[in-house]
């Protein structure tokens, strides 16, 4: 093996922590993707021999490159949008793929994302790579251009604001399942007190349709409004089945011609659903691989 392929196959064994890294940092899996590549770039053009720690030199030369994408983004927005939800992660509800692991470690829910997209770049950076990835202040610092102490505050900024908006879900999937099925139940029978009373009377639902000149509302408050909501779309629930989003109990809308309609992540706190984040932009969800869910398509 020559240095060229040592340093590919040593690449590689870092791959998936890279790309669940900049997952979190950026919220798009398309973006990450880059992100990760790119470290790969900056890696060939370095002297790797000088590297001590190649995992940690990897996961600091992305944060720098996802921080810079941040940044970018976020120059270019010149209206703030109206609700996205980013880029799901879906795997089936009874079964993980051993290479997803890592993007569905300590199940960063889709509420969580959607935070995390309110929050500056730099506080997103040091709340990512300290808090999910237990990296140093004194190795963030640098990528931010702070000081130690100073990062520590952005980190801090960003976990207030994080528990503000981001309720931990149940820990129990099983749990998390029976309240999705019932969910769905009371949908396709269009039973609204049912609804109401599996929605937290605060839950809100957001909903991302891209382009699409879809004329419903996009962000919805309070339970009877959700289910209002929910019954609108009931003959599309024939087609909803649940799903592992992000690490929780969701819901895939996918009809027996294979083609997504819908991938909906929930939040289920103390046995109601307190958040549901929907994405149904046709283009993103275009790019997901479902070729787990359509092998077990009805004829």
């Not at 940690?56 to 270019?76: K, N, P």
């Not at 609804?195 to 839950?203: E, G, N, R, S, Y």
């Not at 809100?204 to 699409?212: E, F, M, P, Q, S």
Request: one cysteine or more.
């Amino acid at each position: 093996m020559n240095d060229t392929e040592w340093l590919a196959d040593e690449f590689e064994g870092h791959r998936s922590h890279l790309r669940a890294v900049a997952y979190r940092m950026l919220g798009s899996l398309t973006e990450a993707d880059d992100a990760v590549q790119e470290a790969w770039i900056r890696l060939n053009r370095s002297d790797a021999a000088e590297v001590r720690n190649l995992g940690g030199w990897l996961t600091t030369v992305v944060g720098r490159v996802c921080l810079d994408m941040l940044r970018s983004r976020t120059s270019r927005r010149e209206e703030p949008l109206d609700v996205h939800v980013p880029d799901p992660i879906v795997a089936p509800a009874d079964g993980v793929d051993p290479e997803q692991e890592a993007m569905l470690a300590d199940s960063v829910g889709l509420a969580l994302q959607v935070v995390l997209d309110t929050l500056t770049p730099a506080e997103r950076l040091a709340f990512v790579l300290h808090d999910m990835f237990a990296l140093p202040f004194d190795d963030i610092a640098p990528i931010v251009g702070r000081a130690p102490g100073a990062t520590r505050q952005l980190a801090s900024r960003a976990r207030r604001r994080i528990q503000g908006g981001a309720p931990a879900p149940d820990r129990d999937l099983a749990r998390q399942r029976e309240v999705v099925e019932a969910f769905l139940a009371a949908s396709r029978g269009g039973d609204f007190e049912a609804l109401v009373a599996l929605l937290d009377p605060d839950v809100v639902l957001r909903a991302d349709y891209g382009a699409a000149p879809f004329d419903v509302a996009r962000l919805v408050r309070g339970a009877e409004a959700v289910a209002r909501q929910a019954l609108m779309f009931s003959k599309m629930a024939q087609y909803a089945r649940p799903a592992l989003v992000n690490g929780a109990m969701g819901v895939i809308n996918i009809p027996p011609s294979g083609q997504l309609y819908g991938v909906m992540g929930m939040t289920v706190v103390d046995g109601r659903i307190v958040a549901i984040d929907i994405l149904a932009d046709p283009e993103r969800l275009a790019s997901l691989d479902v070729s787990d869910f359509i092998a077990d398509l009805p004829d």
